[in-house]
Every structure is written in structure tokens, then in C-alpha cells.
């Protein structure tokens, strides 16, 4: 007996030494490094099944609430859409569908053998179907084409709008379905990059996961490019649906869309009796409040109903800028510019099928006037730019690259240094898609055109690939050596579709910048007492804004050549029908001998400038045009030492100084240009770079000392140098680093005392003044995911920082309360201030307090809860669905859609882009070259976001709540905070 107790004792000491062990074990392995990172990975993959299924159910919506009722509505007696349209628009959409869901099924299984994920053999079978993805991406663009021609047909858009309503939609149109397949294969990459990041290197995984995130980052790289090329349509489309009436032109794919902001209408019957009390009262602001959107061609004026829908005003609408003369300063004349505080504009329109009418707009700041009046400037230059290449290609209309560019094979031809996208960008030139940085400082200097499309983006991400030393040196040689620093080829095609092909060769044929025939005037800027309606038709250039270097046949026909206008005794002008058109010779070219013209029957360019030839006989038998203003020697682009020549005859030295005169003119107007826009909407390039700021002010200085600069250049470089060395003077913004160093101010007051409006103004004041204080720069390069990010990008650390500071005042001041009612009561007021930030547009403001209210600290405590009423649960909810961040913040997206600014936007929805793009595809091809499509899609969204940093809010700063809101005091740390939590509700016994 004894010997079996012993027996059982050693077992049972044994078992008991064993367990131990094994519990140490265990302990330490779960304490361990190793431990942590399988936690982590265990973790993204059951995000990833998440993610995965919300995928698949997104297809599953595609696919049976679009694909299959459409094919059943094409099959119909009277289809409202083609089988070959519904195939055009869904492609392979169906055979997606079903890969993901055995894929889903696959992940699924997995789940179920949990603890022991193996995910590599599933990627290795997904891999080899993902070819599918090609087939999708390359129809993408040409399906949101045909979308955007069937929307056309009253019936396909009726029906389309009622498969949009189902309520498994969610308020989601049908593109942004046919969207998300295009963004299915970064977030894989993005997975597999944090996989790889906490499974060890001797794992029997690693080496599978590492060529599935290799392979997968291959078929980025195309499909990043697509979404970039396609993103223009997508906004459109957006845009239109928001529409309440709808708007054709939208539904045009080659409409960019530029920018879109808040401006406030000045009633024109009322505009001569204004006051500054009538202009700063709130029924102005009010009634006047309007939502403008512009686009390469158009320029769109809405009201805003309250339920955030769109309405087009039934005048004035939709302003095609091609009738458009925009006046920047249009009270300087009249003395008057205080009432407006110089912040209006005015649109003159004049439709050719109805009267004139004029479109006075006030800008919220001066920097946002500049912003908006360099865009509608430019887009004037581009519109009208095209339009010289319909009329004169009218017989061809189906060219889209006029022949100029055809004859330029370095615009459209790919290279070792380039290559293009089929896109084409607002001057109907094809888009690059990757490039060299000499070529695209080539194409910014290009003086034939200039995308404002590519020169937002340019100038939004040129750090990423160049320095702004680079970028204005290159201005700099532009201007000083517009010969030597413009490529040969450009110069000789400089405005080609207007040079005749004559055999008429100049005298010095040696020096090899004289022997190119150049044939662009300089722009010139038509008089306000002239009529603008029929100069506008063969304007390539803004009346009052003649930046860049531009052809502008009226003038060049009508007021520089001495023999084609009236001369200043009154005699009437000669005949020129028989004469073809001769702009080779310069801006002031003596009456054409009939020696020197040549017919060439077969040449297409004669036949393309007789048409310019009846195109400007056309201007100049305008009975609206003034004598006075034909004169030559009131033509401002006239060269001074010609201006006063008199008919008769110029000498080959004369009219080879007048080509020169020509390109310099050019370069100068395109240097301008640059700098304009540069200067008007980043500033924040020059305020923290003052070595650039010196250099800008040396060049414009250096350009106001030239005595050949025309008066309109010189207005133009005065303005640039007015609003680059002006201290600020009507920037009256506050900034957080004065806020909190305010001394004076009387003693903070308590959470009791404040009200829940006051709390939300000054959140909402506080919140705007960290998120307009982001330098775009940060933006690139994903700095703040860098070790050195407080270095890198200190403004976005700021900004996670006054966050997380503010969600732990409102967990901290709610914990401070002992009892069950006041913690209830703390919890619905702090419901009230998010809900009112919500209608302050401030989204982060929502995003700070229900996060703190989800925290476990504040979740757990059931007790408080249950005081909570249920009109501020339903509330809570209803807050928390806007600002979730389910389907990429999918219902944050739409609200700001619907909004007009100023706005505050959560900042980490767009970090969250920008990683998806910075993740997707490098910014250097393997060759070197500059992804420029990638730029695109970054520039897409820094734009959003400048958008809602420019627009302020009018709200008064109170010291005593923002004392209260800033107080760090009163903050308590996360442990301290759940120990709390514990303290005041400890845990139940189970």
C-alpha cells in the first residue's frame, strides 16, 4: 500500500513539476517577441477575410444589381442600352466575381484550421487567374466612356438611377463598382507587405508570400496608371450625379475638371448700390453663397439645397469659357475696389444666341481670388487655343491631335525618355505616363501650349523628382535664352498651322536661329471699349491676361500689320482676298508683293491658311471694330522701333528682329505664367524657402527692366512681385502657437460652464487652424510613416497629435465624474458638441469625440450607458456610421461631396490614399524615368485637400474655451484611464 501511495505521489509530483515547466513555457513564449509578431499576423489575416468578404459582396452587387438586370433590359421590345454597351461597360466583371468568392471560400477554410494560417498556396492559385485584372484594367477608361454616352439616353439614365437606389447600394453609383476592382489588388500588396513585416525570415511561408507581393506589385504598376488616366471621368461622372437637373457636358470625356470652391454672386441689379454693410451682411452671404466648379471648357454655377444636392442657376448656369473674358480687377477703373475689398472678379459672357451679361464673383481671400482667376485664365487660353484647331481642321473633324502636334513626333511618340498615355490632356496632347525630368521641364516650357492639368501637377510634385532651384533655373535660361534653351524642333513648329509653306527663304541663312520661319505673334490684350465677341472666336489668348505665348490672329491681323488696317487718315483698308496669309513675316510685315506669294495647290498648309485668311477677314469686316484701335501705333505688341513705321516696306534685318521679337515675347509671357500660378497658389513653396523667394523677386525685377516688355507683361510682373513681397497683409489667420502662448487671457472655465455650441465652434476653429497649417510637401513621400517623421513631416505629427490630445480631454473629462448620472450627462453633451460639429462640417471634430467614446476605458462602463438616453444612442450611431471607415471611408466620401467648404475632412482618410498609391507602383521606372501618372493621382488629391485648407471659417476665437480645449492637464494617460474605468465599474465575477 505504501509503496503504491509513493507511486501515486511521484505521478502526481511529476505531472505537477511537468505542468509548471510547460506553463513557464508558455508564459515566456507569449511574452516573447515571436509571440507578438504571430498576434499581429494572426490579426491582418483575419482583417484581411474581412476586407475580403466585404470585396466579394461589393462584385456580388455589381454583378446582380447592375450586370444582369441591364442584360435583361437590353433584351427588351424598346432596350434602353446595347448587349454590346452593357458588355463594353462590365467586361469580365462576372468572372471576377466568381474568382473572389473561391478565393473568399478559400480564406474561410483557413480561418477554421486556425491557430495554423497557411496562406501562400492560396495566393499561389491566385496568381495565375489575377490575368483577368489585365483584360478589366485596360477597358477601364473606355468603359466610363461608354457609361458616359449611354447616360446620354433619357431612359438608360432613369433606369440606371433606379438600380443606384437600392438600398444595397448605399447611395454608391454604378462607377464607383466598376471602381473597385482597380484598388483590390494595392490592398493585397499592402497585406502582404505587413505580413511579410511579422512572419520570421526562416518561416516556410516567407519565400511564397515574398513572389506573390513581387507579382502583384507587377500588375500595379498598369493598373495605377489606368486609374490615374480614368480618374478625370470618374469626378465628372460624380459631379453630374450631384446635379439635381444633370448637366451634359459633364458626360464629355475630355473635360478636365480643374477646381471647385464656394464664391459669393453679386446681384448685378444691385451691384452700383452696394455698401460694405450690405457686402458683409448675412443675407448676401446667404442668398448669394454659390458652389462653382471649373473645368477645362467650362465654368458651372450652382445653389447648394439643404439636403446637399446641387441646383444650376436657370441663368448663368453653365458659362462656356470660350465666350468669356475674364476682368481680374474690375473696380480699379471706377475707385471703388474698397467696397469689395479687392477680393471680386468679373465674367464678362457673351453667348453668340443670346444677349451679353456679366458674372461678378467675390473670392473668401485674396489667395483664393488669385487661385481662381490664374485657373480661369489659363482654361480661357487652352479652350480658345482649341477652338482656332476645330475651326481650321473643320473639314477633319475626327483628329484629334491637330497637325501640328501630328508633325511634332516627340508630343505623342513614345522614347527611351518618354512615354505617353492614350488620355489626352485639355490641349488634346497626349498625357505622359513616364518621362525624364529634362522632358518635362521641356513640356512646362513648351510654348506652343500649356496644360493647366499638367501644370497643377507639375507644380504639386515636383519635389518628388526635382528641386525648385531646377524648375526655375529652367525659367530663368527660358526667359535670358529662349533660342538656345527651347528645342529646335518646338521653335520650328511654333504655331505651325498658321505658317504658309511659301519659297521664300530669309537673307541670312547662316546663323542657324534666323533661318527657322517663326509665326506667332506675341498676345496682345484687347481694349475694354472694343467688342470682344467677335476677337474672342480667333483668341488664343485672354484678353486681359495674355500670359503665355499665344496666337491671337485678330490682333496680329487687325491692329499689326501697317498694310491690313486703317490707317490713321481714315483711309479705308485694301482688299485682301486675293492675298494669302503671310505670318512668317513677322508682327509688322510690309504689303505682300505678288512676286513673292506662290500658290502650292497640293501643299495642305496653304488650303489651312486661306481658311485662317477668310477666318480673319471675318474679324476685320466686324463693323464693331474701332479705327482707333486698329491703328498701328496703338498696338501695344508692336517692337518699338517699328510701331511708328509707316506703309511702305520693311528691310529682311527688320523683319528678322521682328521674329526674334516674336519668341521672345513668347518666352516671357510663358515664364510669367509659370510664375503666376507658382506663386498665387503655393506660396507655401516661397514662405519657407526665402533663397527661392530672393531668386523669383531678382528674375521678375530683371524682367520689369527690359525695355521691349509690353504694357501687359509689366502689369502682369508687377502683380506677380505685389503678391510675392507683400507680408501677408490680409492674412488674418490664426495660428495655433499664438493661441496657446496668449498670457492675457482670463481664467479657463470649466466643462460645466460652457455650452455645447462654444465647445464645437472653437473645436472646429481649433481643428481648421492644425489642418491648414500642413505644408502640401508632406504629402509626398509618406514621411510620416519614416522613422524621422517628426522631422520629416512635423505639421501631420501636429495634427495626429492635437487629435489624440482631444479625444483623451473628452475619455479624461468624462472619467472625472464619480457618480453614474454626471458621467451620462458628461457622454450626451459630448454626443451634442459632435453633432454639432458635424453641422459645422467638421468631420474631424466627430471622428475625436466618438472615438474617445469607443475607447474601452469609456465602452465598458455598462452602468453609464444605461443613463444614456436613447435619442443620443440612435444619435451616436448615426455619427459613428458617417465617419467609419468601412469601404475606405465610403459615407465620409459621399458628406463631402455634399458640402460646401470651409470643411474639416479626417486627415488620415487621405494619408490612407496616399499609401495606397505610394505602396502600388515606385515613383522611377526601372529605366529612370519619372511616373508621371503617379503624380497625377497624388496631385488629385493634394488638390482635395488644399480645397478645404483655403476656405476658412468665420468663427470668433474665445480664449476661455480654447484655455479649456488646449489645457494638457487635465488629460490622463491610457492606463491610468482604464484603471479608472475599473475603479468606478470593476469587473464582474463570471
Not at 8 to 15: A, H, P, S
Not at 418 to 435: D, E, G, H, M
Not at 658 to 678: G, P, Y
Not at 834 to 852: K, M, P, Q
Request: charged content about 25%; overall charge positive; hydrophobic content about 35%.
Amino acid at each position: 500500500l505504501n509503496h503504491d501511495l509513493q507511486k501515486i505521489l511521484y505521478l502526481f509530483m511529476r505531472g505537477w513539476l511537468c505542468r509548471r515547466k510547460w506553463k513557464t513555457i508558455v508564459q515566456d513564449y507569449i511574452c516573447s517577441p515571436h509571440a507578438e509578431s504571430m498576434r499581429k499576423r494572426n490579426q491582418i489575416v483575419f482583417t484581411m477575410v474581412e476586407a475580403e468578404s466585404e470585396y466579394v459582396h461589393q462584385l456580388y452587387i455589381l454583378v446582380n444589381g447592375f450586370l444582369r438586370p441591364l442584360r435583361m433590359a437590353a433584351s427588351s421590345k424598346k432596350p434602353p442600352i446595347s448587349h454590346d454597351d452593357v458588355s463594353s461597360i462590365f467586361l469580365n466583371s462576372e468572372t471576377i466575381m466568381f474568382l473572389h468568392e473561391i478565393f473568399h471560400q478559400g480564406l474561410k477554410a483557413r480561418i477554421a484550421n486556425w491557430p495554423t494560417l497557411i496562406l501562400a498556396d492560396l495566393f499561389d492559385i491566385l496568381l495565375p487567374m489575377l490575368n483577368i485584372y489585365q483584360e478589366f484594367v485596360r477597358n477601364h477608361q473606355y468603359s466610363l466612356q461608354v457609361l458616359a454616352n449611354c447616360k446620354q439616353n433619357r431612359d438608360f439614365d432613369k433606369l440606371l438611377k433606379q438600380y443606384e437606389a437600392n438600398p444595397a447600394c448605399e447611395g454608391r453609383m454604378l462607377e464607383t463598382f466598376l471602381t473597385y476592382p482597380m484598388f483590390q489588388i494595392p490592398r493585397y500588396i499592402i497585406t502582404l507587405h505587413e505580413l511579410l513585416a511579422h512572419t520570421p525570415h526562416e518561416h516556410v511561408e516567407r519565400k511564397s508570400l515574398e513572389f506573390a507581393k513581387s507579382k502583384l506589385e507587377e500588375l500595379s504598376r498598369v493598373m495605377h496608371d489606368e486609374v490615374s488616366d480614368t480618374e478625370n471621368i470618374r469626378k465628372n461622372l460624380a459631379i453630374e450625379r450631384m446635379i439635381v437637373e444633370g448637366c451634359d457636358i459633364l458626360l464629355d470625356t475630355s473635360q478636365t475638371f480643374i477646381r471647385q470652391g464656394s464664391l459669393i454672386q453679386v446681384p448685378s441689379v444691385e451691384r452700383g448700390k452696394l455698401s460694405k454693410v450690405r457686402l458683409g451682411s448675412l443675407s448676401l452671404k446667404k442668398e448669394g453663397e454659390r458652389q462653382c466648379f471649373l473645368f477645362t471648357k467650362h465654368f458651372l454655377i450652382c445653389t447648394r439645397s439643404s439636403g446637399g444636392k446641387l441646383h444650376l442657376l436657370k441663368t448663368g448656369g453653365v458659362l462656356s469659357l470660350i465666350d468669356c473674358t475674364l476682368i481680374e480687377e474690375p473696380d480699379a477703373t471706377k475707385g471703388s475696389g474698397q467696397v469689395f475689398g479687392h477680393l471680386d472678379f468679373k465674367i464678362v459672357v457673351e453667348p453668340p444666341d443670346a444677349a451679353p451679361f456679366t458674372v461678378v464673383l467675390l473670392a473668401p481671400s485674396r489667395q483664393e481670388k488669385a487661385a481662381w482667376t490664374s485657373d480661369i485664365s489659363q482654361c480661357v487660353d487652352n479652350i480658345r487655343c482649341n477652338g482656332l484647331m476645330t475651326i481650321v481642321f473643320e473639314e477633319n473633324s475626327k483628329v484629334t491631335v491637330p497637325h501640328m502636334i501630328k508633325s511634332d513626333a516627340r508630343l505623342h511618340k513614345d522614347d527611351t525618355d518618354i512615354c505617353f498615355s492614350k488620355t489626352l490632356n485639355s490641349c488634346k496632347v497626349p498625357q505622359i505616363r513616364y518621362a525624364s525630368v529634362e522632358r518635362l521641364l521641356e513640356r512646362l516650357t513648351d510654348l506652343r501650349f500649356l496644360s493647366i492639368d499638367f501644370l497643377n501637377t507639375f507644380l504639386h510634385t515636383y519635389r518628388i523628382f526635382t528641386t525648385a532651384a531646377v524648375v526655375l533655373g529652367k525659367l530663368s535660361d527660358i526667359y535670358k535664352r529662349p533660342f538656345t534653351s527651347i528645342p529646335v524642333r518646338s521653335l520650328e513648329l511654333f504655331f505651325a498651322t498658321s505658317q504658309n509653306n511659301r519659297g521664300e527663304h530669309l537673307v541670312d541663312g547662316k546663323s542657324p536661329r534666323l533661318c527657322r520661319k517663326f509665326s506667332s505673334p506675341p498676345p496682345l490684350a484687347v481694349s475694354r471699349t472694343s467688342s470682344p465677341v467677335r476677337a474672342r472666336k480667333l483668341s488664343l489668348t485672354s484678353p486681359l491676361n495674355s500670359r503665355i505665348g499665344a496666337l491671337d490672329l485678330t490682333t496680329s491681323s487687325a491692329s499689326s500689320s501697317p498694310t491690313t488696317t486703317h490707317s490713321p487718315a481714315g483711309s479705308p483698308p485694301p482688299h485682301t482676298g486675293k492675298v494669302p496669309l503671310d505670318l512668317s513675316r513677322g508682327l509688322s510685315s510690309p504689303e505682300q508683293s505678288p512676286g513673292a506669294v506662290e500658290e502650292h495647290v497640293d501643299n495642305p498648309r496653304v488650303d489651312l491658311c486661306n481658311k485662317l485668311k477668310r477666318s480673319i477677314q471675318r474679324v476685320e469686316s466686324s463693323p464693331a471694330t474701332d479705327a482707333t484701335e486698329l491703328s498701328p501705333c496703338r498696338s501695344p505688341s508692336t517692337p518699338r522701333h517699328l510701331r511708328y513705321r509707316q506703309p511702305g516696306g520693311f528691310n529682311n534685318t527688320e523683319r528678322t528682329c521682328d521674329k526674334e521679337f516674336i519668341i521672345r515675347r513668347s518666352a516671357t509671357n510663358r515664364v510669367l505664367n509659370v510664375l503666376r500660378h507658382w506663386v498665387s497658389k503655393h506660396a507655401q513653396d516661397f514662405e519657407l524657402n526665402n533663397e527661392l523667394k530672393m531668386n523669383v523677386l531678382n528674375l521678375l525685377e530683371e524682367v520689369l527692366r527690359d525695355p521691349d516688355l509690353l504694357p501687359q507683361e509689366r502689369k502682369a510682373t508687377a502683380n506677380i512681385l505685389r503678391a510675392l513681397s507683400q507680408d501677408d497683409q490680409d492674412d488674418i489667420h490664426l495660428k495655433l502657437e499664438d493661441i496657446i502662448q496668449l498670457t492675457d487671457c482670463p481664467k479657463a472655465e470649466c466643462f460645466e460652464t460652457l455650452s455645447a455650441m462654444e465647445l464645437a465652434e472653437q473645436i472646429t476653429l481649433l481643428d481648421h487652424i492644425v489642418f491648414r497649417s500642413i505644408p502640401y510637401e508632406e504629402f509626398l513621400g509618406q514621411g510620416w510613416m519614416k522613422l524621422d517623421k517628426n522631422e520629416r513631416t512635423p505639421y501631420i505629427m501636429k495634427t495626429s497629435q492635437h487629435f489624440n490630445d482631444m479625444s483623451n480631454l473628452v475619455a479624461s473629462q468624462i472619467m472625472n465624474y464619480a457618480d453614474v448620472s454626471s458621467r451620462a450627462n458628461a457622454i450626451e453633451k459630448w454626443v451634442a458638441v459632435a453633432d454639432i460639429c458635424r453641422c459645422l462640417h467638421n468631420y474631424n471634430g466627430v471622428l475625436e469625440i466618438t472615438s474617445a467614446l469607443n475607447r474601452s476605458a469609456i465602452y465598458r462602463l455598462k452602468k453609464t450607458w444605461a443613463k444614456v438616453s436613447k435619442q443620443t444612442k440612435a444619435l451616436m450611431d448615426k455619427l459613428q456610421k458617417t465617419v467609419s471607415s468601412e469601404g475606405r471611408f465610403k459615407n465620409l466620401r459621399e458628406t463631402l461631396k455634399n458640402c460646401n467648404p470651409p470643411a474639416v475632412p479626417y486627415l488620415g482618410m487621405y494619408l490612407t490614399d496616399l499609401a495606397f498609391i505610394e505602396e502600388g507602383t515606385p515613383n522611377f521606372t526601372e529605366e529612370g524615368l519619372v511616373n508621371f501618372s503617379k503624380m497625377r493621382m497624388i496631385s488629385h488629391i493634394i488638390r482635395e485637400i488644399r480645397q478645404f485648407q483655403q476656405t476658412s471659417f468665420r468663427i470668433d476665437h474665445q480664449p476661455k474655451v480654447t484655455q479649456y480645449l488646449l489645457d494638457k492637464a487635465l488629460i490622463i494617460d491610457e492606463d491610468t484611464l482604464y484603471d479608472l474605468s475599473l475603479k468606478i465599474e470593476p469587473r464582474l465575477p463570471a
